[in-house]
Structures are given as structure tokens and as C-alpha cells.
T-cell receptor
Framework: AQKVTQAQTEISVVEKEDVTLDCVYETRDTTYYLFWYKQPPSGELVFLIRRNSFDEQNEISGRYSWNFQKSTSSFNFTITASQVVDSAVYFCALSEAFGGADGLTFGKGTHLIIQP | DGGITQSPKYLFRKEGQNVTLSCEQNLNHDAMYWYRQDPGQGLRLIYYSQIVNDFQKGDIAEGYSVSREKKESFPLTVTSAQKNPTAFYLC?????????????FGPGTRLTVT
């Protein structure tokens, strides 16, 4: 069975600090997909990134970067120079479906608090 | 504007009553999903549908029912058999095909049963 673990329940940092959110996953498949979502206080999930298991290149998008390491089954998310608007709950998720339309398995989320 | 709508945003019901949560999408996605979120928990899959008139149970389907009569709509009924119905319910949709695609989420419905 697949599983996603986000061990950090809550992280609090001061604005402009860098912060890394950890995500460890378990799966028996060789083909799988990993996702990060942001849930602001409004409640709606916002898609951030999708990565497939064959692409281990790290990705950078503005202040956001993702480090995918198959050797440690991790897909960590770093926010550089954090801002108050980054405060939210962040979820890591996994899909094993090659067909593409099954549901996602989510971690329990990390509540990120950016203090001004 | 394309997107997913869920109504209402807040819903209150008495214990023992069935309640139906609405989900509509105009993104032309084939697949639709229902998730439940409890405080401090991740999202758990209730039901999903990859095509009209077909749907599959997720991890926590007991006490819930769905229908998919139209591509755009995927209503969820929380029945009186659901032991702990109070939760935040999120609907999502996504494309189908080779590979797994990101799902797009609606604003959610917060259901309180007393």
C-alpha cells in the first residue's frame, strides 16, 4: 500500500528565512507521481507541482524549489526568503496510477507559519 | 471562468438526516473525486469517477453515496449511516490518460452534524 509521511506537523519561522518541508513516501510501483499542494486559510487546495518517478531533476520556480531523491524516497519542498503570504498548510501527495485517474494519497500536511 | 463550484460553503444538519453536497465543474474533465478532511489530517478519498455513469469506492466510502449522471456534476450524499459526518469535504476534478495528472479542487463544503 502507498503511504505519504510529513513528519513536521507545524513549522514557524520569521519572514525572509528559508524553510524546508519534508515528504517521505512509500510505494511498491516503479512508476508513480508526486505532488505538492498548498491550502491557504480559505480551504481550497492549490496545485504547486507534479513530478513523475522517472524525472529526478530538481525544480525551481521563483522562491520555490523541490528536491526529489528516489534513493531516500523523499520529495522535499523549500521556500527561499519566506513571506507572510506563504503561511498555509502544505500537502504532499502520491499517485501510483499509470492510468492517471485514481485518487491521490495525501500526507497529513505541514502547517507553515511565517511570522512578520 | 473555468473552475469547480461546491455549494453550500457551510452546511448544518441534524443527526439522522441525509444530506447532499453539490459539485459542478466546467473544466471538461472526465474524472471527479470526493475527499474528506478532518482537523490535523490529510485528505482521504471517499469516491471517484473516471467517466459518466461509473464510479469507484475510495478508502472511506462507507456511509456515503454518489452519482455521476452528467460529466459536469458529481454530487455526494452523506447518509445517516456515516458515523462521524462532521468534516470538511473537498471535490476535485482532473483529466484522464496516460500518467497521473494534477487534480483541481473546489472551495469545499464544511458540514456540521449535531
Amino acid at each position: 500500500a502507498q503511504k505519504v509521511t510529513q513528519a513536521q506537523t507545524e513549522i514557524s519561522v520569521v519572514e525572509k528565512e528559508d524553510v524546508t518541508l519534508d515528504c517521505v513516501y512509500e510505494t511498491r510501483d516503479t512508476t508513480y507521481y508526486l505532488f505538492w499542494y498548498k491550502q491557504p486559510p480559505s480551504g481550497e487546495l492549490v496545485f504547486l507541482i507534479r513530478r513523475n518517478s522517472f524525472d529526478e531533476q530538481n525544480e525551481i520556480s521563483g522562491r520555490y524549489s523541490w528536491n526529489f531523491q528516489k534513493s531516500t524516497s523523499s520529495f522535499n519542498f523549500t521556500i527561499t526568503a519566506s513571506q507572510v503570504v506563504d503561511s498555509a498548510v502544505y500537502f504532499c501527495a502520491l499517485s501510483e496510477a499509470f492510468g492517471g485517474a485514481d485518487g491521490l494519497t495525501f500526507g497529513k500536511g505541514t502547517h507553515l507559519i511565517i511570522q512578520p | 471562468d473555468g473552475g469547480i463550484t461546491q455549494s453550500p460553503k457551510y452546511l448544518f444538519r441534524k443527526e439522522g438526516q441525509n444530506v447532499t453536497l453539490s459539485c459542478e465543474q466546467n473544466l471538461n474533465h472526465d474524472a471527479m473525486y470526493w475527499y474528506r478532511q478532518d482537523p490535523g489530517q490529510g485528505l482521504r478519498l471517499i469516491y471517484y469517477s473516471q467517466i459518466v455513469n461509473d464510479f469507484q469506492k475510495g478508502d472511506i466510502a462507507e456511509g456515503y453515496s454518489v452519482s455521476r449522471e452528467k460529466k459536469e456534476s458529481f454530487p455526494l450524499t452523506v447518509t445517516s449511516a456515516q458515523k462521524n459526518p462532521t468534516a470538511f469535504y473537498l471535490c476535485a476534478s482532473g483529466p484522464t490518460g496516460t500518467g497521473a495528472y494534477e487534480q483541481y479542487f473546489g472551495p469545499g463544503t464544511r458540514l456540521t452534524v449535531t
